[in-house]
């Protein structure tokens, strides 16, 4: 346990930069492969080959009539209904080929996130990433997905846990449930994790997305911990991670409470931009965005009751946020400027 | 001396299927059905008794043919006759299954007693969780409807339960039960030329095949084989999850989205035509849409559909036939234009664009 608090920041970095300059760009149509399945060999190169072949002739020229055929195979098989969804409602194709395709842009050249440490996520078997949380729209919860979806050599799906509230608003709740979110609840984290998904949570919640802007970067309680026990119920590593330029997306100044409590929302966000210039006002601030993963904690030495014990969930709990934190906080220093 | 079966509800057709194939079982005697109105389907050699289980009657009916298995089948979230109200069904569900358990409690010669109830006692709520164990208490408790009514049945059966420990309870949870005979609220829902879904919520739905049904409700009744056990609560679902929007497109019905007071309002209109019954219940499924765990099903009950989700809509369609888009004509279609594509060497690359809204 004890080498697992000792975070080699540096050496990982220089390892990914190298690895990150040389990494192909992923095409828009990936492989059809189920999602979450790991290629086992956990060889990038070797995934990334499968991609090339079932993906056809890539973004090269010549391969238009290709490209129409997949589009309309695509669609013959989404107006006749023949796909598959698992029991939370996950449409893996609809998400790799649809939703995923509509936030890369952002990913890539809005927010142009760098991702650091990816290997640390299993190619295998379940995880749960534990993440810091920000930015008043929980965009960084949507670029994580990408990040692992794009950036691991397994390609795995990243299934996040989100508030009930994504579940009580239309629309939002559909593409949620499709894009392959689920309630946070241990019932939901835990089958997950049981399935071998690498489960997404941020342990934060409204507290840390809806923080002011004065106290950015200062990770808020985690809850009660209750992320640690599943993952030990599951045996599940716990994969700290640190998202840096997403707390600046939206500067959020102020917090109206009373329109907050006629909508029921948990807040209501005021920033220098938003109410007052409405749609325009909600177009987020391109900041430079890192996401780094790192070292997993191992949770299969413990003994069957240790999930029950308060104590290690609380110094278990503590160590995460200890990790994400100081990761958090060695990224800012690095950080040449919030826009570059 | 073989075994003595009493069902209630035998004019629905699942307890009408149920009647006709204890009856083939070897080790039942004879086999008793119990309803307020005679069925219209036959029941080979079973006994009608037309009585109802709201009566005391009942346990006279009970102790007369000296029963020892009683398999309760009439809970139900719609009225027997088109006409019926919402109160009648009330009255059967509950005061029926306090009644018929009452008399149940003064028969000595009861071994065990199977239930016929449904994951509606779950609810259907955004706050859950989006698979329901058997141990799970939904977070929002039922407020009425038939969901409520399950709830209390549920109550009174444990009570029965903790009052003869000899008696072999088995509560079977059944999801939306489908099939080319069976009628039930989901199946009449499917039927309408257009389905009205509720705007921006694609629920997650799963079926039962009603053989599957039959053969699971006529399994729990008899004795368990060896190293499985029959006693508890089960869910019993067909395997895999569908979409309302994937459901729409294989049975080739077209959805008009509708927002929730518009669908509540045209739900109303709906039960006044008698074209169908849109509950509140029915709308919160619609909306959230409700998935079961099954493994206790397969693991401790050693049961198995035959049917998965998909495959038991599939059978329903072929019962009742394609909507007006079916989904054959609809591939045939973009067949038809990757082949006019094809023919223009593939200029018109933005034809996969339509397909984004999934």
Redesign the interface.
Do not use: H
């Given at each position: 346990m004890a080498d697992a608090k000792v975070i080699p920041f540096d050496d990982d970095r220089r390892r990914r930069r190298t690895a990150g300059a040389s990494e192909p760009q992923h095409d828009a149509w990936p492989g059809q492969g189920e999602a979450g399945e790991a290629t086992g060999t956990g060889d990038p190169s070797g995934a990334e080959d499968a991609s090339e072949a079932e993906g056809g002739t890539g973004p090269a020229g010549g391969g238009?009539?290709e490209?129409?055929?997949?589009?309309?195979?695509?669609?013959?098989r989404?107006?006749?209904?023949?796909?598959?969804?698992?029991?939370?409602?996950y449409?893996a194709e609809?998400t790799d080929q649809?939703l995923l395709s509509f936030l890369r842009p952002m990913y890539e050249n809005y927010f142009r996130v760098e991702v650091r440490g990816i290997e640390h996520i299993p190619d295998t078997g379940g995880a749960l990433l534990v993440s810091n949380h920000s930015g008043t729209v929980p965009l960084d919860g949507l670029m994580l997905q990408v990040a692992v979806r794009d950036h691991h050599p397994a390609g795995r799906a990243l299934r996040l846990l989100a508030a009930?509230l994504v579940?009580?608003?239309?629309?939002?709740?559909?593409l949620a449930?499709?894009a392959g979110h689920?309630?946070a609840?241990t019932?939901?984290a835990q089958?997950l994790l049981e399935r071998g998904e690498v489960v997404g949570v941020m342990p934060e919640g409204f507290k840390g997305i809806g923080k002011p802007f004065a106290e950015r970067y200062k990770l808020q309680r985690f809850g009660r911990g209750g992320f640690v026990s599943t993952a030990l119920r599951a045996g599940a590593p716990i994969v700290p991670c640190s998202i840096v330029g997403a707390e600046e997306i939206y500067p959020m100044v102020g917090n109206s409470r009373t329109l907050a409590r006629l909508l029921g929302l948990p807040y209501f966000p005021i920033t220098p931009t938003f109410p007052w210039l409405g749609a325009l006002g909600a177009v987020p601030l391109p900041t430079k965005w890192i996401i780094q993963f790192g070292e997993p904690i191992p949770t299969d030495g413990y003994p069957a009751a240790a999930a029950e014990d308060p104590m290690l969930m609380f110094n278990l709990t503590d160590q995460v946020r200890e990790t994400i934190q100081h990761t958090l906080y060695e990224l800012l220093v690095r950080r040449r400027s919030v826009f570059f | 001396m073989g075994r003595v079966v009493l069902v209630t509800g035998v004019a629905r057709q699942l307890g009408g299927l149920l009647v006709g194939r204890i009856q083939r079982e070897p080790d039942v005697d004879r086999v008793i059905g119990v309803d307020v109105r005679t069925p219209v389907h036959q029941l080979g050699d079973a006994q009608f008794v037309r009585a109802d289980i709201r009566q005391p009657a009942i346990a006279g009916v009970l102790a007369e043919h000296r029963v020892d298995t009683v398999v309760h089948m009439d809970i139900h979230g719609t009225p027997l006759t088109p006409r019926g109200s919402r109160a009648s069904v009330k009255e059967t569900n509950v005061i029926g299954t306090m009644q018929l358990l009452g008399a149940c409690q003064k028969a000595p010669e009861i071994r065990r007693l199977v239930v016929k109830s449904s994951t509606s006692v779950y609810g259907s709520a955004p706050r859950d969780p989006a698979v329901f164990d058997e141990g799970i208490e939904p977070k929002a408790p039922a407020s009425g409807g038939f969901a409520k009514d399950v709830v209390e049945v549920e109550g009174y059966v444990r009570g029965f339960s903790r009052r003869r420990p000899d008696v072999a309870v088995t509560v079977l949870r059944f999801a939306h039960v489908l099939g080319p005979t069976v009628d039930s609220p989901m199946g009449d829902y499917f039927t309408l030329p257009v389905l009205p879904t509720v705007l921006g919520h694609d629920p997650r739905l799963q079926f039962v095949h009603e053989d599957d049904a039959v053969e699971v409700l006529r399994m729990v009744s008899g004795e368990p084989a060896r190293g499985r056990f029959h006693a508890g609560t089960f869910n019993i679902a067909g395997a895999g999850v569908l979409l309302l929007s994937q459901c729409a497109r294989r049975l080739g019905r077209p959805t008009l989205p509708l927002l929730s007071p518009a669908i509540r309002w045209a739900g109303s209109a709906m039960r006044t035509a008698g074209l169908t019954d849109f509950s509140p219940e029915q709308i919160g499924m619609l909306t959230h849409g409700r998935v079961v765990r099954t493994a206790r099903m397969r693991e401790v009950l050693g049961f198995e559909p035959r049917h998965s989700t998909a495959e038991t809509l599939e059978d329903f369609a072929r019962g009742y036939g394609c909507g007006l888009l079916p989904p054959e004509a609809v591939g045939r279609t973009v067949d038809r234009v990757a082949a006019g594509l094809a023919g223009l060497s593939g200029e018109r690359h933005e034809e996969k664009e339509p397909g984004s809204h999934g």
């Open positions: 238009w009539e490209r129409v055929a997949q589009g309309l195979a695509f669609l013959r989404r107006l006749t209904g023949e796909y598959e969804v698992d029991e939370f409602g449409d609809l649809v009930d579940f009580t608003l239309p629309v939002v709740s559909e449930r499709k689920t309630l609840c019932e939901d089958r | -």
